[in-house]
C-alpha cells in the first residue's frame, strides 16, 4: 500500500494557517475541522512548517492563555519531515514511529503540499489490509478441507 491510497479516500484537502496567525486561531481551524494539525505557510506563500495541537497545548502549558495570543511561528516545528505519494504506507509508520509525531504532509513533484496523512488514516488502511487477508486465508484454508 502506498501513501496515494490513502489519499485517493481521504481526499487531498490541505488545510493551513498563516505564520502570523495566533494560536487561538490555530485551535479554531483545529476544533472546527476535527483534526490536529495544520501546514503553516510563511509570508512568501512556501511551506514553514507545520503545528499541531500538542504544540499548542505546550504552549499553554509553559505560558498560560497569554500563549494563546502569540503568533504561530514562534511555536510551530520548522522543517517537517514529508512523504511523497508512491511512498510506502509502512514507511510512514516508521516515520512517526521514530520521530514520535503523528501527522505527514505530503509533497507532490512541484514540491507543494498535496495532502496530510495522519497516524488515524494508517491505522485505518492498515486494519482494512489486514482484514482482507484474514478473509482471503480463511477462503483458502475452507477451500482445501
Ligand atoms: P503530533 O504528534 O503530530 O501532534 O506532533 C507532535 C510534535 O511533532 C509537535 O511538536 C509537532 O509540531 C511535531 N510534528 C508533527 N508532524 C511532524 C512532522 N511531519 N515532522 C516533524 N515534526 C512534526
New binding site residues.
Partial sequence: MQVRHILEDKGRDVITVASTATLQEVARILSDNRI??LLVKGKAGGLA???????VV?AVADKGAAALGEAVERH??R????CGEADSVESIME??TR???????VLGDDDQPCGMV??GDVVKIRIAETVREAAVLRDYISAAV
Fill in positions: 490536529g494539525a512548517g507545520i503545528i499541531s495541537e500538542r504544540d505546550r510551530m516545528t522543517n517537517p519531515q514529508t516515520m512517526m520521530g514520535r509525531f503523528r501527522h505527514v504532509p495522519s497516524i
